[in-house]
């Protein structure tokens, strides 16, 4: 007589995925589109569902199924693993791959021999509070209401577009001098003669992105007690940059906001594939096996052993190419003539690593480019590279702009792979305001203030500004 497949074995099998899935939907839930999250939710239940039929041919439906949903778990909980090794020796994938496949199937072993209905209505409980934790959570924030602009509008005349040009990782004149003996002056020197206000001895408040990005578009310091790279920290930081008063004081004066950026705004996605950070549906797949197998020993293999390959190539070179398309949407964009104002974010990916260009404009061999975060030589010429690239950028804009456009010209950080940490937040800032005596904009601005000194010349704002602090 045939054993009837107990009704939880589907329950738990495909409640993991959706559980996955879910839990990172309800994490990322401004960030993650509600179709990208159910593609990727199709795609694992798609993989459970032959992970079953193929261990069910071997141990029966019932162990078949805890040995698929065992699966699963290594797979999806891998990078969540890893994460809690931290930097010690254990993290080491040479150890890690091994000891972890060794484990699944240590398990598989074990559930072969004594797994049963009981493993199954442990799950089914486990998946069913956890799936409706989620549930909740994102009940909650779909039924939240969006935070309304309040700040009222001047009556002005016509208002200029905006464009807010962000150079990753561009180093201040103080850190060129100091770290670099470079002096950066002849560059700052042609950004005035283009009509910009330059403060040369700048500072960003963060010296990483994300929370640069956030205090910036905020006008003010996070609330944060450390500033590391946590899922926590991350969509902390996402959640203040998709939905800032930046934004919305510029729409409520009447801009329509464009996003060539790395980060998700509201009404605004980002356009281009993120190469600095994850974005959409990897948010929640980036801590899989596969995710961060390719993401730390994929460049490493094609590096090594199929430098000359196409694949190689193409790999190392996404962010030049993502720079040059949202160069072309930028410039796309000053052609257009509307009546409405634009205000435009364009994140350059440069000169921040991969380091691309000798100063002379030459390529740098793709050897060079995975492991050189530290090469000060390669970083320098680069930067060098760059200051001819967005001077001519920055003139094609203005020739192309109906009317005098106001352009800010910011770094989010500078070189951070050197000891001394005063000079990690020292950063480029450079503000083109057509008719403005620029009151206010001294040398030594810092980032938390850009955007209220920008928004007190356009629009009359009185706010207050913040004393500077770094972190």
């Known amino acids: 007589m045939t054993r009837r497949v107990s009704p939880l074995a589907p329950v738990v099998v495909f409640g993991l995925p959706l559980f996955f899935v879910g839990h990172g939907f309800a994490q990322y839930f401004r960030f993650v589109p509600a179709l990208s999250a159910a593609g990727l939710l199709l795609k694992y239940e798609l993989a459970a569902a032959l992970l079953w039929a193929l261990f069910s041919w071997r141990l029966g439906a019932i162990r078949g199924a805890l040995a698929a949903t065992a699966t699963l778990a290594f797979y999806f909980f891998f990078g969540a693993f890893r994460d809690a090794l931290g930097s010690t020796f254990l993290s080491r994938y040479s150890l890690q791959l091994p000891l972890w496949l060794g484990a699944w199937l240590l398990l598989l072993w074990w559930l072969r021999r004594r797994g049963g209905r009981s493993g199954l209505r442990y799950l089914a409980l486990l998946l069913g509070v956890l799936l409706l934790v989620d549930a909740v959570s994102i009940a909650r924030q779909a039924l939240r209401k969006p935070e309304l602009a309040a700040m009222p509008t001047p009556t002005v005349g016509g208002r200029p577009d905006v464009y807010f040009l962000l150079l990753d990782g561009y180093a201040g004149l103080d850190q060129l001098q100091a770290d670099f003996g470079f002096d950066n002056g002849p560059f700052l020197d042609s950004l005035r003669s283009l009509g910009f206000k330059v403060q040369p001895h700048s500072r960003s408040n963060y010296e990483d992105t994300p929370f640069s990005m956030a205090s910036l578009f905020q006008m003010d310091y996070l609330g944060l007690e450390r500033y590391n790279y946590t899922d926590a920290h991350l969509n902390y930081c996402y959640e203040r940059i998709y939905d800032n008063p930046v934004l919305r004081r510029f729409r409520s004066a009447g801009y329509r906001v464009f996003n060539h950026s790395i980060f998700d705004l509201k009404g605004a996605p980002a356009p281009i594939e993120n190469t600095l950070l994850v974005s959409g549906a990897s948010l929640i ?187």
């Open 285 to 471: 797949s980036s801590g899989t096996l596969g995710a961060r197998v390719y993401r730390d020993l994929y460049a490493n293999l094609l590096m090594t052993r199929f430098p000359q390959s196409a694949a190689n190539r193409r790999f190392q070179l996404r962010a030049l190419e993502l720079n040059e398309d949202i160069a072309r949407r930028t410039l796309d964009v000053a052609a257009q003539r509307t009546a409405e104002p634009r205000f435009v974010y364009t994140h350059f990916e440069m000169p921040h690593a991969p380091y691309y260009y000798k100063a002379n404009g030459t390529l740098n061999p793709l050897s060079t480019m995975p492991g050189s975060l530290d090469r000060k030589d390669l970083y320098l010429g680069y930067l060098q590279y760059c200051n001819r690239y967005i001077l001519r950028f920055i003139r094609s804009l203005q020739a192309r702009s109906a009317r005098p456009p106001v352009i800010l010209l910011l770094s989010d950080h500078g070189f951070r792979y050197v000891p001394d940490y005063r000079y990690h937040h020292s950063s480029l800032a450079a503000i083109s305001i057509p008719g403005s005596n620029y009151a206010g904009y001294t040398d030594t601005v810092s980032h938390v203030n850009q955007f209220p000194l920008l928004f007190h010349h356009l629009f009359g704002d009185s706010l207050v500004l913040k004393p500077h602090r770094s972190y």
